[in-house]
């Protein structure tokens, strides 16, 4: 295995967590909308159910 530039494994790094949080933001945003009514809307979303 060759010797890779610190430069390199740190974008490496960024670049898992990035797709990693983005997962999640999927993965909630999904869950969210499958629930009938959300609690805490966020900018542009219903409100209509929050009362």
Do not use: H, V, Y
């Amino acid at each position: 295995m060759k010797q890779e530039s610190k430069e390199t494994l740190i974008a490496k790094i960024k670049k898992f967590f990035a797709q990693l949080f983005e997962n999640i933001d999927k993965k909630m945003e999904a869950e969210a909308k499958s629930k009938p009514c959300c609690c805490k809307p966020a900018e542009g979303k219903d409100k209509s159910c929050c009362n």
